[in-house]
């Protein structure tokens, strides 16, 4: 089974509860595997963590639907 690290981020816009989040699958090597982003609204009134948790769950559930194992990478302290 093959490895990737996964880099998540996400931002959170409190006035417009508008959020951005993304990830990055890397491979050993450092080369881009796979990249994602993605807006969407805070529907859950999680605000700054909301982003965050997105990205790592999409990252996950992309990780499983490839067949491979990942190691996340966050800087989120609110996760972490």
Not at 37 to 51: A, E, F, H, N, R
Not at 53 to 78: L, P, Q
Request: charged fraction near 25%; charge should be positive; proline fraction near 1%.
């Amino acid at each position: 089974t093959k490895h990737y690290d996964v880099y998540t981020d996400g931002s959170y816009n409190h006035k417009t509860r508008d959020c951005k989040f993304g990830y990055v699958f890397v491979d050993k090597e450092g080369r881009i595997i796979y990249q994602y982003k993605m807006s969407t609204i805070d529907t859950v009134g999680l605000t700054s963590m909301y982003p965050e948790m997105k990205a790592i769950i999409y990252a996950i559930k992309n990780a499983r639907n490839m067949n491979t194992n990942i190691t996340i990478h966050t800087d989120s302290e609110s996760i972490i």
